[in-house]
Protein backbone atom coordinates (compact mmCIF):
# COMPACT_ATOMS: atom_id res chain seq x y z
CA UNK A 1 0.00 0.00 0.00
CA UNK A 2 1.68 3.35 -1.34
CA UNK A 3 1.90 6.44 0.75
CA UNK A 4 -0.18 8.19 -1.70
CA UNK A 5 -3.51 5.22 -1.93
CA UNK A 6 -3.14 6.17 2.27
CA UNK A 7 -3.59 9.85 1.61
CA UNK A 8 -6.56 9.35 -0.93
CA UNK A 9 -8.42 6.75 1.54
CA UNK A 10 -7.95 9.32 4.79
CA UNK A 11 -8.78 12.22 2.15
CA UNK A 12 -12.00 9.90 0.87
CA UNK A 13 -13.40 9.21 4.33
CA UNK A 14 -13.11 12.70 5.68
CA UNK A 15 -14.69 14.05 2.42
CA UNK A 16 -17.63 11.40 2.27
CA UNK A 17 -17.95 12.29 5.98
CA UNK A 18 -18.25 15.83 5.89
CA UNK A 19 -20.49 15.67 2.58
CA UNK A 20 -22.25 13.81 5.48
CA UNK A 21 -21.97 16.30 8.29
CA UNK A 22 -22.95 19.11 5.43
CA UNK A 23 -26.78 17.18 4.89
CA UNK A 24 -27.36 15.78 8.44
CA UNK A 25 -26.54 19.15 10.54
CA UNK A 26 -29.45 21.26 11.74
CA UNK A 27 -27.26 24.28 11.96
CA UNK A 28 -25.96 26.46 8.64
CA UNK A 29 -22.82 27.43 10.08
CA UNK A 30 -21.93 23.52 10.95
CA UNK A 31 -22.85 22.95 7.36
CA UNK A 32 -21.20 25.92 5.77
CA UNK A 33 -17.85 24.38 8.03
CA UNK A 34 -18.59 20.67 6.71
CA UNK A 35 -18.83 22.28 3.13
CA UNK A 36 -15.97 24.13 3.48
CA UNK A 37 -14.54 20.95 4.61
CA UNK A 38 -15.52 18.68 1.71
CA UNK A 39 -13.94 21.41 -0.86
CA UNK A 40 -10.36 21.24 1.25
CA UNK A 41 -10.79 17.51 1.00
CA UNK A 42 -11.60 17.55 -2.54
CA UNK A 43 -8.34 19.76 -3.65
CA UNK A 44 -6.12 17.19 -1.60
CA UNK A 45 -7.40 14.55 -3.73
CA UNK A 46 -6.83 17.30 -6.87
CA UNK A 47 -3.14 17.56 -5.66
CA UNK A 48 -2.85 13.73 -5.47
CA UNK A 49 -4.11 13.83 -9.70
CA UNK A 50 -1.25 16.29 -10.04
CA UNK A 51 -2.90 19.09 -10.66
CA UNK A 52 -1.65 22.04 -7.95
CA UNK A 53 -3.23 24.54 -9.78
CA UNK A 54 -7.06 23.26 -9.78
CA UNK A 55 -6.46 22.55 -6.29
CA UNK A 56 -5.18 26.00 -5.02
CA UNK A 57 -7.70 27.58 -6.97
CA UNK A 58 -10.88 25.10 -5.36
CA UNK A 59 -9.42 26.70 -1.88
CA UNK A 60 -8.78 30.12 -2.89
CA UNK A 61 -12.25 30.40 -4.99
CA UNK A 62 -14.58 28.27 -3.45
CA UNK A 63 -13.14 27.65 0.05
CA UNK A 64 -11.81 31.19 0.60
CA UNK A 65 -14.19 33.51 -1.16
CA UNK A 66 -17.50 31.79 -2.07
CA UNK A 67 -17.93 30.20 1.38
CA UNK A 68 -16.79 33.18 3.58
CA UNK A 69 -19.89 35.10 1.44
CA UNK A 70 -22.26 32.44 2.66
CA UNK A 71 -20.93 32.50 6.41
CA UNK A 72 -21.32 36.31 6.30
CA UNK A 73 -24.95 36.14 4.53
CA UNK A 74 -26.02 33.33 7.67
CA UNK A 75 -24.39 35.46 10.43
CA UNK A 76 -25.73 38.83 8.99
CA UNK A 77 -29.27 37.25 8.82
CA UNK A 78 -29.09 34.79 12.10
CA UNK A 79 -30.16 32.45 9.89
CA UNK A 80 -28.28 29.67 11.49
CA UNK A 81 -31.60 27.49 12.94
CA UNK A 82 -33.37 25.37 10.99
CA UNK A 83 -36.92 25.60 12.28
CA UNK A 84 -39.01 25.79 8.66
CA UNK A 85 -42.44 23.90 9.09
CA UNK A 86 -42.47 19.66 7.60
CA UNK A 87 -42.86 21.12 3.56
CA UNK A 88 -43.99 24.17 2.60
CA UNK A 89 -46.96 23.50 0.23
CA UNK A 90 -46.04 25.02 -2.33
CA UNK A 91 -42.64 22.58 -2.33
CA UNK A 92 -44.71 19.20 -2.01
CA UNK A 93 -43.37 17.86 -5.81
CA UNK A 94 -40.07 18.56 -4.56
CA UNK A 95 -39.28 15.88 -2.53
CA UNK A 96 -40.14 12.79 -5.05
CA UNK A 97 -38.62 14.64 -7.41
CA UNK A 98 -35.27 14.83 -5.64
CA UNK A 99 -35.51 11.36 -4.74
CA UNK A 100 -35.92 10.17 -8.37
CA UNK A 101 -32.91 12.63 -9.41
CA UNK A 102 -30.72 10.89 -6.56
CA UNK A 103 -32.03 7.71 -7.15
CA UNK A 104 -30.69 8.06 -11.02
CA UNK A 105 -27.35 9.83 -9.94
CA UNK A 106 -26.47 6.86 -7.47
CA UNK A 107 -27.61 4.14 -10.61
CA UNK A 108 -25.10 6.35 -12.99
CA UNK A 109 -22.12 6.63 -10.92
CA UNK A 110 -22.90 2.38 -9.79
CA UNK A 111 -23.23 1.96 -13.52
CA UNK A 112 -19.79 3.84 -14.50
CA UNK A 113 -17.73 1.63 -11.55
CA UNK A 114 -19.30 -1.53 -12.57
CA UNK A 115 -19.44 -1.64 -16.39
CA UNK A 116 -16.72 0.07 -17.03
CA UNK A 117 -14.63 -0.72 -13.89
CA UNK A 118 -12.06 1.21 -11.38
CA UNK A 119 -9.13 2.13 -13.58
CA UNK A 120 -5.41 4.07 -12.88
CA UNK A 121 -6.06 8.01 -13.21
CA UNK A 122 -5.67 9.51 -16.69
CA UNK A 123 -2.26 10.24 -18.16
CA UNK A 124 0.25 12.50 -15.92
CA UNK A 125 -0.08 16.14 -18.00
CA UNK A 126 1.43 19.45 -16.80
CA UNK A 127 -1.08 21.13 -14.82
CA UNK A 128 0.60 23.86 -13.76
CA UNK A 129 -0.41 27.66 -14.46
CA UNK A 130 0.90 27.84 -17.43
CA UNK A 131 -0.07 24.73 -19.44
CA UNK A 132 -3.54 25.86 -18.35
CA UNK A 133 -3.46 29.46 -18.96
CA UNK A 134 -2.17 28.35 -22.89
CA UNK A 135 -4.97 26.33 -23.12
CA UNK A 136 -7.61 28.75 -21.52
CA UNK A 137 -6.86 31.27 -24.00
CA UNK A 138 -6.02 29.22 -27.52
CA UNK A 139 -7.96 25.75 -27.12
CA UNK A 140 -10.61 26.53 -25.15
CA UNK A 141 -10.90 30.59 -25.30
CA UNK A 142 -14.29 30.50 -26.62
CA UNK A 143 -16.05 28.32 -23.40
CA UNK A 144 -13.79 30.67 -21.04
CA UNK A 145 -15.73 33.97 -22.86
CA UNK A 146 -19.10 32.84 -23.09
CA UNK A 147 -17.95 31.32 -19.00
CA UNK A 148 -16.68 35.00 -18.18
CA UNK A 149 -20.29 36.70 -19.78
CA UNK A 150 -22.19 34.77 -17.88
CA UNK A 151 -20.61 35.90 -14.52
CA UNK A 152 -20.59 39.28 -15.43
CA UNK A 153 -24.23 39.23 -16.56
CA UNK A 154 -25.30 37.50 -13.23
CA UNK A 155 -23.11 40.24 -11.70
CA UNK A 156 -25.09 43.28 -13.36
CA UNK A 157 -28.36 40.92 -12.74
CA UNK A 158 -27.70 41.34 -8.91
CA UNK A 159 -26.53 45.13 -9.01
CA UNK A 160 -29.94 45.98 -11.01
CA UNK A 161 -32.33 43.77 -8.72
CA UNK A 162 -30.51 45.26 -4.97
CA UNK A 163 -30.94 48.73 -6.70
CA UNK A 164 -33.51 51.00 -5.01
CA UNK A 165 -35.38 53.47 -6.75
CA UNK A 166 -34.66 56.82 -6.08
CA UNK B 1 10.87 7.82 5.87
CA UNK B 2 14.16 10.30 5.40
CA UNK B 3 11.80 12.76 3.29
CA UNK B 4 8.92 12.21 6.23
CA UNK B 5 11.38 13.01 8.87
CA UNK B 6 13.05 15.86 6.93
CA UNK B 7 9.76 17.44 6.41
CA UNK B 8 8.78 17.14 10.22
CA UNK B 9 12.10 19.04 11.36
CA UNK B 10 11.99 21.34 9.01
CA UNK B 11 8.01 22.53 10.32
CA UNK B 12 9.41 22.15 14.12
CA UNK B 13 12.49 24.59 13.60
CA UNK B 14 10.47 26.78 11.55
CA UNK B 15 7.47 26.83 14.09
CA UNK B 16 9.88 27.71 17.13
CA UNK B 17 11.41 30.50 15.01
CA UNK B 18 7.93 32.14 14.62
CA UNK B 19 6.69 31.25 17.98
CA UNK B 20 9.84 32.70 19.06
CA UNK B 21 9.16 35.97 16.94
CA UNK B 22 5.75 36.56 17.93
CA UNK B 23 6.42 36.47 21.51
CA UNK B 24 9.36 39.00 20.85
CA UNK B 25 7.30 41.20 18.50
CA UNK B 26 4.62 42.24 21.00
CA UNK B 27 7.67 43.63 23.24
CA UNK B 28 9.45 45.33 20.35
CA UNK B 29 5.64 46.38 19.08
CA UNK B 30 5.18 47.77 22.65
CA UNK B 31 8.72 49.34 23.33
CA UNK B 32 8.82 51.02 20.01
CA UNK B 33 5.13 52.48 20.52
CA UNK B 34 6.27 53.69 24.08
CA UNK B 35 9.20 55.61 22.02
CA UNK B 36 7.12 57.19 19.96
CA UNK B 37 4.70 58.31 22.94
CA UNK B 38 7.75 59.67 24.64
CA UNK B 39 7.66 56.67 27.17
CA UNK B 40 9.70 53.70 28.65
CA UNK B 41 7.31 51.15 28.12
CA UNK B 42 7.77 47.31 29.92
CA UNK B 43 10.89 47.45 31.60
CA UNK B 44 10.37 45.38 34.81
CA UNK B 45 10.92 41.83 33.87
CA UNK B 46 14.49 40.86 33.35
CA UNK B 47 16.72 43.30 32.17
CA UNK B 48 15.35 46.20 30.21
CA UNK B 49 12.27 43.76 30.10
CA UNK B 50 13.24 40.89 27.98
CA UNK B 51 11.13 38.55 29.96
CA UNK B 52 8.28 40.17 30.02
CA UNK B 53 6.67 38.05 26.79
CA UNK B 54 7.68 34.95 29.31
CA UNK B 55 5.63 36.45 32.32
CA UNK B 56 3.06 37.30 30.02
CA UNK B 57 2.58 33.50 28.73
CA UNK B 58 2.83 32.47 31.88
CA UNK B 59 -0.24 35.11 33.18
CA UNK B 60 -2.25 33.68 30.38
CA UNK B 61 -1.72 30.09 30.79
CA UNK B 62 -2.87 30.51 34.54
CA UNK B 63 -6.50 32.10 33.81
CA UNK B 64 -9.56 30.85 33.72
CA UNK B 65 -10.60 28.87 31.02
CA UNK B 66 -14.19 30.68 30.48
CA UNK B 67 -17.21 29.96 28.23
CA UNK B 68 -20.11 32.14 27.81
CA UNK B 69 -23.27 30.07 29.05
CA UNK B 70 -25.27 30.50 25.58
CA UNK B 71 -22.12 30.48 23.28
CA UNK B 72 -21.64 27.43 20.64
CA UNK B 73 -19.37 25.68 22.90
CA UNK B 74 -17.72 23.34 19.39
CA UNK B 75 -16.83 26.43 17.60
CA UNK B 76 -15.86 28.46 20.59
CA UNK B 77 -13.58 26.29 21.21
CA UNK B 78 -12.20 25.64 17.49
CA UNK B 79 -12.52 29.63 16.07
CA UNK B 80 -8.56 30.62 18.05
CA UNK B 81 -7.48 27.43 16.10
CA UNK B 82 -9.17 28.27 13.10
CA UNK B 83 -7.06 31.52 13.30
CA UNK B 84 -3.76 30.52 14.21
CA UNK B 85 -3.00 27.52 11.85
CA UNK B 86 -3.56 29.40 8.09
CA UNK B 87 -1.24 32.15 10.25
CA UNK B 88 1.17 29.18 10.31
CA UNK B 89 0.84 27.65 7.17
CA UNK B 90 1.99 30.83 5.18
CA UNK B 91 5.65 30.49 6.54
CA UNK B 92 5.56 26.82 4.12
CA UNK B 93 6.17 28.91 0.78
CA UNK B 94 7.90 31.98 1.93
CA UNK B 95 11.85 31.28 0.69
CA UNK B 96 13.80 32.30 3.91
CA UNK B 97 17.48 32.25 2.32
CA UNK B 98 19.69 31.19 -0.40
CA UNK B 99 19.75 27.26 0.84
CA UNK B 100 17.71 24.12 -0.10
CA UNK B 101 16.60 24.01 3.49
CA UNK B 102 16.01 27.58 4.17
CA UNK B 103 13.69 27.59 0.70
CA UNK B 104 11.25 25.58 2.43
CA UNK B 105 8.29 24.45 0.03
CA UNK B 106 9.17 28.01 -1.88
CA UNK B 107 9.42 26.06 -5.29
CA UNK B 108 5.79 24.83 -5.70
CA UNK B 109 4.23 26.68 -9.32
CA UNK B 110 1.65 27.83 -7.63
CA UNK B 111 3.15 30.00 -4.54
CA UNK B 112 1.14 33.37 -4.89
CA UNK B 113 -2.32 31.31 -5.24
CA UNK B 114 -1.54 29.03 -1.83
CA UNK B 115 -1.16 32.30 -0.30
CA UNK B 116 -4.33 33.80 -2.05
CA UNK B 117 -5.87 30.89 -0.10
CA UNK B 118 -4.36 30.46 3.06
CA UNK B 119 -5.17 33.94 3.33
CA UNK B 120 -8.98 33.52 2.12
CA UNK B 121 -9.41 30.99 4.28
CA UNK B 122 -7.68 32.64 7.73
CA UNK B 123 -11.07 35.53 8.49
CA UNK B 124 -13.47 31.98 9.24
CA UNK B 125 -11.33 32.12 12.88
CA UNK B 126 -12.31 35.69 13.67
CA UNK B 127 -16.06 34.81 11.67
CA UNK B 128 -17.03 31.78 13.80
CA UNK B 129 -15.55 33.10 17.30
CA UNK B 130 -17.57 36.32 16.39
CA UNK B 131 -21.22 34.00 15.67
CA UNK B 132 -20.26 31.49 18.32
CA UNK B 133 -19.61 33.87 21.31
CA UNK B 134 -23.37 34.71 21.64
CA UNK B 135 -22.45 38.31 22.19
CA UNK B 136 -23.60 41.13 20.02
CA UNK B 137 -20.44 43.15 20.11
CA UNK B 138 -18.75 39.52 18.93
CA UNK B 139 -21.15 39.31 15.88
CA UNK B 140 -20.59 42.60 14.49
CA UNK B 141 -16.89 42.48 14.99
CA UNK B 142 -17.17 38.96 13.31
CA UNK B 143 -19.35 40.86 10.30
CA UNK B 144 -16.80 43.43 9.91
CA UNK B 145 -13.65 40.72 9.47
CA UNK B 146 -15.59 39.13 7.12
CA UNK B 147 -16.77 42.31 4.53
CA UNK B 148 -13.58 44.04 5.29
CA UNK B 149 -11.61 40.46 4.31
CA UNK B 150 -13.48 39.87 1.07
CA UNK B 151 -13.21 43.67 -0.40
CA UNK B 152 -9.59 44.16 -0.03
CA UNK B 153 -8.70 40.45 -1.07
CA UNK B 154 -9.39 41.30 -4.53
CA UNK B 155 -7.05 44.09 -4.52
CA UNK B 156 -4.26 41.89 -2.79
CA UNK B 157 -4.66 39.54 -5.37
CA UNK B 158 -4.72 42.18 -8.08
CA UNK B 159 -0.92 43.59 -6.60
CA UNK B 160 0.38 40.13 -6.68
CA UNK B 161 -0.98 38.99 -10.26
CA UNK B 162 1.29 42.32 -11.88
CA UNK B 163 4.36 40.83 -9.78
CA UNK B 164 3.16 37.24 -11.30
CA UNK B 165 3.00 39.19 -14.05
CA UNK B 166 6.48 40.68 -13.29
CA UNK B 167 8.63 37.67 -12.99
CA UNK B 168 6.52 35.14 -15.39
CA UNK B 169 6.12 32.72 -12.44
CA UNK B 170 3.99 32.22 -9.45
CA UNK B 171 6.46 30.31 -7.46
CA UNK B 172 8.16 32.74 -4.83
CA UNK B 173 11.65 31.12 -5.22
CA UNK B 174 11.53 32.05 -9.07
CA UNK B 175 10.22 35.50 -8.06
CA UNK B 176 13.03 36.22 -6.35
CA UNK B 177 15.31 35.61 -9.01
CA UNK B 178 13.53 37.76 -11.42
CA UNK B 179 14.78 40.45 -9.31
CA UNK B 180 18.23 39.82 -9.27
CA UNK B 181 19.41 42.04 -12.29
CA UNK B 182 20.16 45.90 -11.58
CA UNK B 183 21.05 46.06 -7.56
CA UNK B 184 18.47 47.30 -5.56
CA UNK B 185 16.88 49.09 -8.52
CA UNK B 186 15.91 45.26 -9.54
CA UNK B 187 13.66 45.00 -7.08
CA UNK B 188 9.60 45.62 -7.60
CA UNK B 189 9.42 48.38 -5.16
CA UNK B 190 11.05 49.78 -8.34
CA UNK B 191 9.82 48.69 -11.28
CA UNK B 192 5.67 47.67 -9.39
CA UNK B 193 5.72 50.73 -6.97
CA UNK B 194 2.00 51.16 -7.20
CA UNK B 195 1.62 47.59 -6.98
CA UNK B 196 4.07 47.85 -3.66
CA UNK B 197 1.79 50.05 -1.97
CA UNK B 198 -1.23 48.68 -2.92
CA UNK B 199 0.28 45.64 -1.60
CA UNK B 200 1.20 46.89 1.60
CA UNK B 201 -1.87 48.80 2.57
CA UNK B 202 -4.44 45.83 1.87
CA UNK B 203 -1.89 43.62 3.76
CA UNK B 204 -2.93 45.86 6.74
CA UNK B 205 -6.32 45.46 5.98
CA UNK B 206 -6.11 41.63 5.90
CA UNK B 207 -4.45 41.71 8.71
CA UNK B 208 -7.00 44.13 10.60
CA UNK B 209 -4.14 46.39 12.05
CA UNK B 210 -4.56 50.13 12.90
CA UNK B 211 -5.85 52.60 10.85
CA UNK B 212 -7.82 49.27 9.91
CA UNK B 213 -8.29 47.80 12.88
CA UNK B 214 -12.35 48.10 12.53
CA UNK B 215 -13.05 44.53 13.61
CA UNK B 216 -11.95 45.42 17.13
CA UNK B 217 -12.82 49.20 17.61
CA UNK B 218 -12.97 49.57 21.14
CA UNK B 219 -15.26 52.64 21.51
CA UNK B 220 -17.89 51.08 19.24
CA UNK B 221 -17.26 47.13 19.92
CA UNK B 222 -15.45 47.09 23.25
CA UNK B 223 -13.11 44.30 21.85
CA UNK B 224 -15.05 42.99 18.87
CA UNK B 225 -15.20 39.17 18.03
CA UNK B 226 -12.20 38.73 21.06
CA UNK B 227 -14.57 40.40 23.95
CA UNK B 228 -15.97 37.09 25.22
CA UNK B 229 -12.29 35.20 24.83
CA UNK B 230 -9.65 34.87 27.57
CA UNK B 231 -6.55 33.18 28.78
CA UNK B 232 -4.90 30.64 26.23
CA UNK B 233 -7.87 31.04 23.53
CA UNK B 234 -7.63 34.68 23.84
CA UNK B 235 -3.46 34.52 23.42
CA UNK B 236 -3.77 32.48 20.09
CA UNK B 237 -6.01 35.44 18.63
CA UNK B 238 -3.14 37.34 19.52
CA UNK B 239 -0.52 35.05 18.30
CA UNK B 240 -2.25 34.65 15.02
CA UNK B 241 -2.48 38.70 14.24
CA UNK B 242 1.29 38.59 15.22
CA UNK B 243 2.37 35.62 13.45
CA UNK B 244 0.40 36.81 10.27
CA UNK B 245 2.13 40.05 10.66
CA UNK B 246 5.60 38.78 10.16
CA UNK B 247 4.23 36.52 7.58
CA UNK B 248 3.19 38.90 5.33
CA UNK B 249 6.20 41.30 5.74
CA UNK B 250 7.93 37.99 4.29
CA UNK B 251 5.78 38.17 1.66
CA UNK B 252 6.37 42.00 0.77
CA UNK B 253 10.17 41.20 1.29
CA UNK B 254 9.70 38.77 -0.95
CA UNK B 255 7.71 40.06 -3.62
CA UNK B 256 8.95 43.38 -3.43
CA UNK B 257 12.52 43.91 -1.41
CA UNK B 258 14.32 41.64 -3.63
CA UNK B 259 13.06 38.60 -0.97
CA UNK B 260 17.08 37.09 0.91
CA UNK B 261 19.00 38.54 -1.83
CA UNK B 262 21.59 41.15 -0.83
CA UNK B 263 25.24 41.40 -1.60
CA UNK B 264 27.33 38.24 -1.87
CA UNK B 265 24.04 36.36 -0.28
CA UNK B 266 24.19 34.24 -3.50
CA UNK B 267 27.88 32.69 -2.64
CA UNK B 268 27.44 32.75 1.19
CA UNK B 269 23.96 31.81 2.51
CA UNK B 270 24.05 32.56 6.24
CA UNK B 271 24.10 36.41 4.70
CA UNK B 272 20.95 36.09 2.93
CA UNK B 273 19.20 34.58 6.47
CA UNK B 274 20.20 38.07 7.60
CA UNK B 275 19.48 40.06 4.96
CA UNK B 276 15.82 38.72 4.68
CA UNK B 277 15.69 38.60 8.52
CA UNK B 278 16.44 42.85 8.39
CA UNK B 279 14.44 43.30 5.63
CA UNK B 280 11.53 41.48 7.64
CA UNK B 281 12.16 43.80 10.65
CA UNK B 282 12.27 47.20 8.52
CA UNK B 283 8.79 46.24 7.54
CA UNK B 284 7.71 45.12 10.95
CA UNK B 285 8.92 48.39 12.20
CA UNK B 286 6.90 50.28 9.62
CA UNK B 287 3.88 48.70 10.92
CA UNK B 288 4.33 49.41 14.13
CA UNK B 289 4.94 52.95 13.00
CA UNK B 290 1.59 53.16 11.29
CA UNK B 291 -0.07 52.35 13.87
CA UNK B 292 0.97 54.72 16.51
CA UNK B 293 0.74 57.33 14.02
CA UNK B 294 -2.67 56.71 11.89
CA UNK B 295 -6.01 57.67 13.18
CA UNK B 296 -8.75 54.51 12.33
CA UNK B 297 -10.96 54.85 8.93
CA UNK B 298 -14.65 54.99 9.23
CA UNK B 299 -16.19 52.27 8.28
CA UNK B 300 -18.38 53.44 5.10
CA UNK B 301 -14.85 55.43 4.12
CA UNK B 302 -12.90 51.89 4.54
CA UNK B 303 -15.56 49.88 2.50
CA UNK B 304 -15.11 53.08 0.20
CA UNK B 305 -11.76 53.15 -0.45
CA UNK B 306 -11.46 49.00 -1.28
CA UNK B 307 -14.01 49.05 -3.53
CA UNK B 308 -13.62 52.68 -5.16
CA UNK B 309 -10.22 53.74 -4.80
CA UNK B 310 -7.76 50.52 -4.53
CA UNK B 311 -9.62 47.86 -6.73
CA UNK B 312 -9.68 49.69 -9.83
CA UNK B 313 -5.94 51.41 -9.44
CA UNK B 314 -4.65 47.54 -8.95
CA UNK B 315 -7.32 46.15 -11.77
CA UNK B 316 -5.67 49.09 -14.05
CA UNK B 317 -2.09 48.51 -12.97
CA UNK B 318 -2.47 44.93 -13.77
CA UNK B 319 -3.43 46.38 -17.33
CA UNK B 320 -0.68 49.18 -17.91
CA UNK B 321 2.01 46.01 -16.88
CA UNK B 322 0.82 43.64 -19.05
CA UNK B 323 0.73 46.05 -21.92
CA UNK B 324 4.72 47.34 -20.76
CA UNK B 325 5.53 43.83 -20.85
CA UNK B 326 4.36 43.18 -24.09
CA UNK B 327 6.08 46.18 -25.56
CA UNK B 328 9.16 45.06 -24.22
CA UNK B 329 9.81 48.43 -21.83
CA UNK B 330 13.90 47.76 -20.70
CA UNK B 331 13.19 46.89 -17.57
CA UNK B 332 9.84 45.18 -18.05
CA UNK B 333 11.64 41.62 -19.48
Given at each position: MSAEFLVFLVVALISVASALGLLLSKNAIYAAMFLILNMVSLAVIYLLLNAPFIAAVQVAVYAGAIMVLFVFVIMLLGAEKLNAPETRPGLKWQQPLALALGVALAFQALYVVFARGITAPANVIEAGPLAIGRLLFTTYLFPFEVASILLLAAMVGAVVLTKKDN | MSLLLDVVLKVVVVLFAVLTGFAYLTLLERKFISRLQARIGPNRAGPAGLLQPLAEALKLILKESFVPSRADKFMFFLAPILSVIPALMLFAVIPFGNNDVLQLASHVPVGVLLVASIIGTAVYGIAIAGWSSNNKYASLGGLRAAAQVISYELAFGLAMIAVVLMSSSASLADIVTAQFGGGILGWFIFRQPLAASIFAITAMAELAR????LVEAEQELTAGYMTEYGGMKFALFYMSEYIKMIALSGLFVTF????????FAQEFWPLSLLYFFIKVLACLLVMVWVRATLPRLRYDKLMAFGWKGLLPLALANVVVTAALIVSGLPGYK
Open positions: - | APFDFLGGWNGP
